[in-house]
């Protein structure tokens, strides 16, 4: 019995096929993350990928710059000489340099012009990068990789923890969970806490979220706590009434190996 023969593929099948195998090259070795759109031209696409492996290998073996270095030293006034009228102008002027040489310096909303431009001058200026620029890229550098927004970053991992909770179309992995948990007055393993959240999670057929708003951070010598108002409801498996849990609730959070994880919880309707 004569076998099938494969197909051939047309070259520009083959260029595509060869296209998504160094994009997955690049993404399994370097941790370059590519998207090809199916009706990009696979010969520039092609072109480009071998310019980012090209850059990747480069980058590996780059000498550092100043960021001061990079945009060419330029002149500028400290923060004490600067009146409050002219930092708009000059934060302008060190943007503009910035781009010219490739950098884009984000600046989040609450950051007034006088932090921003002793940032800009201070911080900034010393940071270190590669000494290369992979053309039409850009480098973005962000305020808050140097002073991390905290109660912005501990609200997120708190919503997306109690939306993972109460998401019942889904299993609990307890990605987010620490090794180091406590219930109200002990210690407890994870083990212990995933057996309570599934024991919960059993008990309803369906929950529906319904508001969550963070309150305060606060931090102490037994770690960050944040303080929140919640709303949601829930029908159980067993017949009864709907259930509606409303009011304060508090989660405990540590920053583990340069990660925050939840320690514990407590809300209305439920704690472990």
Same mark, same amino acid.
Do not use: D, H, K, T
């Given at each position: 019995m004569q076998e099938n023969p494969v197909p051939e593929l047309s070259p520009e099948e083959q260029l595509r096929a060869d296209n998504e195998i160094m994009a997955m090259s690049l993404e &399994?070795?370097?941790g370059a993350v590519t998207h090809i759109s199916d009706d990009a031209p696979p010969e520039l696409v092609s072109a480009w990928l071998q310019h980012v492996a090209a850059f990747e290998a480069q980058y590996e073996h780059a000498s550092q710059i100043t960021v001061y270095e990079r945009?060419?030293?330029?002149?500028?006034?400290t923060p004490d000489l600067l009146e409050a009228s002219t930092l708009p102008g000059e934060i302008e002027r060190l943007h503009d340099l910035l781009e010219e040489h490739g950098i884009v310096a984000l600046r989040p909303d609450y950051v007034d012009d006088a932090q921003f431009y002793q940032f800009m001058v201070t911080e900034l200026f010393?940071?270190?990068?590669?000494? &290369?620029q992979l053309p039409g890229t850009m480098?973005?550098?962000d305020y808050e990789q140097f002073h991390p927004n905290l109660p912005a970053i501990i609200s997120h &991992?708190?919503?997306?923890?109690l939306l993972d909770l109460l998401n019942l179309k889904k299993p609990y992995t307890g990605s987010q969970l620490s090794e180091n948990l406590r219930d109200d007055q002990h210690c407890i393993d994870k083990t212990t806490a995933l057996e309570r959240i599934q024991a919960f999670r059993n008990y309803y057929k369906a929950i529906k979220p319904l508001g969550f708003k963070p309150e305060e951070v606060l931090n102490s010598e037994h770690g960050t706590h944040l303080l929140f108002?919640?709303?949601?409801?829930?029908?159980?498996i067993a017949r009864g009434k709907k259930e509606r849990h409303e009011g304060l609730g508090v989660i405990q959070l540590g920053y583990e190996e340069e990660e925050w994880l939840v320690q514990g919880v407590q809300m209305p309707g439920f704690k472990f």
């Open positions: &399994l070795s370097r945009i060419g030293r330029p002149a500028f006034a010393a940071y270190e990068m590669p000494n &290369l480098c973005v550098i &991992l708190a919503s997306s923890f108002s919640i709303c949601w409801e829930g029908q159980p």
